[in-house]
């Protein structure tokens, strides 16, 4: 569980004042400059956007690591683009997340993330700068302050900018750690936003010296895709930016009128070639992964050994090899593999978590605590309150279980309810 998010409270502070005020929550498009419902400040927005954007990436696989120059790249491509658009000022930042999903997406403020899956269907910089200026322009003209705003006022509440956990219990914990990835809401833009992205983030290309018709490419690819056999593994990236040939047809309109460019093709095939070295490796873990989906757990473990030989420096490939020893029981051997893959990436949350858990499990009290308290630096979730609970529970320490439990009982799931049942059972002893 992620902690209350600071978006409803920005908001109803907001609603609050305007209702005082007896105004209407409008402001103008820093892009359009037209007028648009919003019930978000600026400053508000960009502290929403920092507040969610380490969680949101926690979420979905965390920084890819293998090759932090591909880091660099991108980031480098992306504030090229930042500079030349229509907020400049903002604290754009960008980042590449271990995630084979094809997508991208921003958050308040110019928090914006691309995942490898999506790079490595690119074939130039420019189509880069066409994903990137896309995502800098649902930024710049404050998309998702609009998004959320319209939700607030329809009475659907907030979607939470984050994630929460799926319902588990230690028997199941089954990928749990890419569990934790399907769930956080980035906000789904109407078609009229996808539009005034195409657009101005093409300008933007232009402006940068790169050439437009990256995005015509891109949008081709994109329908071309939506056709084919790959459109099911493509769900994320389709559902946010629904792909269309008036969309091509649109993007082709506006090239027309912009200046040629740089396409860059061979620094970006260079900058990606470790993604591409790797495809076989990360094509292994994803096939573990679809077959633990079919319970198929033998066959899951010996593609995740696999995919460990193809990249062993891949802690993901050790943590889905330690939730399905920890399923067949064999505690010890999932231990070991916790281990290495906290090794290999200290900074995800699931990784100490479910060597946490692990540890829980098996009455190692002092390394549970302080993998579970690691866990909750990175990411606070209704799990790891649970099962500290858990730990100073079986140490006798009922005043601190009782904390625990109680913050881990407001999550809304199965893990809550047992919490609940945990702070009545202790409430009832004192």
Request: with cysteine; glycine share 8%; net charge neutral.
């Amino acid at each position: 569980m992620i902690p209350r998010s600071i978006a409803n409270r920005l908001l109803a502070s907001a609603i609050a004042a305007s209702l005082a005020a007896g105004l209407a929550g409008c402001a103008v498009n820093p892009v359009t400059g037209k007028k648009e419902l919003s019930l978000l400040s600026q400053s508000q927005e960009v502290a929403l956007g920092a507040e969610q954007y380490p969680k949101a990436q926690q979420t979905q696989g965390g920084e890819y690591q293998i090759d932090p120059a591909l880091q660099s790249y991108v980031s480098n491509v992306g504030q090229k683009l930042a500079k030349v658009s229509d907020q400049p000022q903002l604290p754009y930042e960008f980042v590449v997340l271990n995630n084979s999903v094809p997508n991208a997406w921003a958050l308040p403020g110019g928090k914006i993330a691309v995942n490898r899956g999506l790079l490595v269907l690119l074939e130039d910089e420019a189509e880069l700068a066409a994903v990137l200026g896309h995502e800098i322009v649902h930024a710049a003209a404050r998309h998702s302050a609009a998004a959320m705003s319209q939700q607030q006022i329809l009475g659907a509440g907030i979607a939470i900018l984050g994630a929460t956990t799926k319902d588990t219990a230690y028997g199941d914990l089954i990928s749990l750690g890419s569990q934790f990835g399907g769930s956080a809401y980035i906000a789904k833009y109407g078609r009229d936003n996808e539009l005034e992205s195409d657009r101005y983030g093409m300008k933007y290309m232009a402006a940068a010296g790169y050439d437009p018709q990256g995005a015509v490419r891109l949008q081709e690819k994109f329908v071309q895709l939506s056709k084919g056999n790959q459109a099911s593994g493509l769900d994320a990236l389709f559902a946010s930016h629904p792909p269309s040939q008036s969309r091509v047809n649109a993007n082709i309109e506006h090239a027309k009128k912009l200046s040629a460019g740089t396409v860059n093709r061979n620094q970006y095939q260079k900058a990606i070639a470790q993604l591409k070295q790797d495809a076989d490796a990360y094509k292994s873990y994803d096939d573990a992964v679809a077959a633990v989906k079919n319970k198929n757990y033998d066959r899951a473990l010996t593609l995740t050994r696999q995919a460990q030989k193809q990249q062993p420096r891949e802690a993901a490939f050790y943590a889905l090899e330690g939730d399905l020893l920890a399923q067949k029981k064999q505690y010890q051997s999932a231990l070991q593999s916790y281990e290495m893959a906290v090794q290999k990436n200290p900074t995800l949350f699931s990784n100490w978590l479910m060597r946490g858990m692990l540890n829980a499990q098996l009455k190692n009290y002092t390394a549970a605590e302080r993998d579970l308290n690691r866990s909750t630096r990175h990411l606070d979730t209704a799990h790891a309150h649970y099962y500290l609970g858990q730990v100073y529970e079986q140490q006798g320490n009922t005043k601190s279980a009782l904390s625990q439990y109680q913050i881990a009982a407001e999550d809304s799931g199965d893990i809550g309810t047992k919490a609940q049942a945990r702070v009545q059972a202790l409430g009832n002893q004192g």
